[in-house]
T-cell receptor, first 113, second 112 residues
Framework: GNSVTQMEGPVTLSEEAFLTINCTYT??????LFWYVQYPGEGLQLLLK?????DKGSNKGFEATYRKETTSFHLEKGSVQVSDSAVYFC????????????FGSGTRLSIRP | SQTIHQWPATLVQPVGSPLSLECTVE??????LYWYRQAAGRGLQLLFY??????ISSEVPQNLSASRPQDRQFILSSKKLLLSDSGFYLC???????????FGSGTRLTVV
């Protein structure tokens, strides 16, 4: 079945450091890929998405590129801020059945001032 | 704009008691609706999803069930709770485009 694997956290970085959170997937067909973020005390919200191979999703300085050859969708940011501290979830949905949305286990990110 | 209501926010229930969590969506019609459980350190687990009234897809065999009696209402139930049912339950909706637009504020269930 379809699945999403994320790097385990917690990830702790200093402010202005470069961030990468790895995400790989297993899916039949051609899934759409997403990153969601959950800030402390808040609900989940969509951060960015990509719907086909080589697409790059971006938002709030974060980027992720849909790599079909490596079945990956790694989240990156060039210079993190304390306000980026949150839990990040990678997710996918099958294009053929946009109903079923599968999440990874989440990666907790903490940024030190 | 669309909003999603989920209640109660917290719940403490004894083992073997029944459960009913309700989720309603406003501002949209014919949404896809979802129930997820977020257990500590285990991420989001898809429990049920529904693409229409009376249509329920179950992802994880367990003692939970879901129902969709109305277009914008999604209910998570159990006849007898287990300790392992403790967790944070989230309702969400999607317009059917593949991404989840809005999540409910969640219900923290503790089974004692």
């Amino acid at each position: 079945g379809n699945s999403v694997t994320q790097m385990e956290g917690p990830v702790t970085l200093s402010e202005e450091a470069f961030l990468t959170i790895n995400c790989t997937y297993t899916a039949t067909g051609y899934p759409s890929l997403f990153w969601y973020v959950q800030y402390p005390g808040e609900g989940l919200q969509l951060l960015l998405k990509a719907t086909k191979a080589d697409d790059k999703g971006s938002n709030k300085g974060f980027e992720a590129t849909y790599r079909k050859e490596t079945t990956s969708f790694h989240l990156e940011k060039g210079s993190v801020q304390v306000s980026d501290s949150a839990v990040y979830f990678c997710a996918l949905t099958e294009r053929s059945s946009a109903s079923k949305i599968i999440f990874g286990s989440g990666t907790r990110l903490s940024i030190r001032p | 704009s669309q909003t999603i209501h989920q209640w109660p926010a917290t719940l403490v229930q004894p083992v073997g008691s029944p459960l009913s969590l309700e989720c309603t969506v406003e501002g949209t019609s014919n949404p896809n609706l979802y129930w997820y459980r977020q257990a500590a350190g285990r991420g989001l687990q898809l429990l049920f999803y529904s693409v229409g009234i009376g249509q329920i897809s179950s992802e994880v065999p367990q003692n939970l069930s879901a129902s969709r009696p109305q277009d914008r209402q999604f209910i998570l139930s159990s006849k007898k709770l287990l300790l392992s049912d403790s967790g944070f339950y989230l309702c969400a909706w999607s317009p059917g485009t593949g991404s989840l637009d809005t999540f409910g504020s969640g219900t923290r269930l503790t089974v004692v």
